[in-house]
């Protein structure tokens, strides 16, 4: 019923710049809450980056500063820019979002995207 699928990961030195994309197809009216998560190699997966459904970002303390999250409702695309990234940041990054359905009854579901993978060299 609903796909996210990233795109914009890769392979980046320390101190630079990524702009990861996350776009949402399928039976969607809209998108409530979205956000960011990243997984690193034997770690949990962690919330980087959301916007809550009246608009409100947040960040983890990691990355506050360094990253915005924006979204585009009329495209149901979100974004996650990086800067100023470190090879602590490297991980498999994930989007997130509670999808408003476009059934009869407007069903919620939480959708994620296969995952992009971001790796900071030092």
């Known amino acids: 019923q609903v796909q996210l699928v990233e795109s914009g990961g890769g392979l980046v030195q320390a101190g630079g710049s990524l702009r990861l994309s996350c776009a949402a197809s399928?039976?969607?009216?809209?998108?409530?809450?979205v956000g960011w998560y990243r997984q690193a190699p034997g770690k949990q997966r962690e919330l980087v980056a959301g916007?809550?459904?009246?608009?409100?970002?947040s960040y983890a303390d990691s990355v506050r500063g360094r990253f915005t999250i924006s979204r585009d409702n009329a495209k149901n695309t979100m974004f996650l820019q990086m800067n100023s990234l470190r090879p602590e940041d490297t991980g498999v990054y994930y989007c997130?979002?509670?999808?408003?359905?476009?059934?009869?009854?407007?069903?919620?579901?939480?959708?994620w995207g296969p995952g992009t993978q971001v790796t900071v060299s030092s």
């Open positions: 997130n979002a509670n999808v408003r359905l476009t059934d009869s009854i407007g069903r919620l579901l939480a959708a």
């Open positions: 399928g039976s969607i009216y809209g998108l409530i809450t």
């Open positions: 916007i809550s459904g009246d608009g409100i970002a």
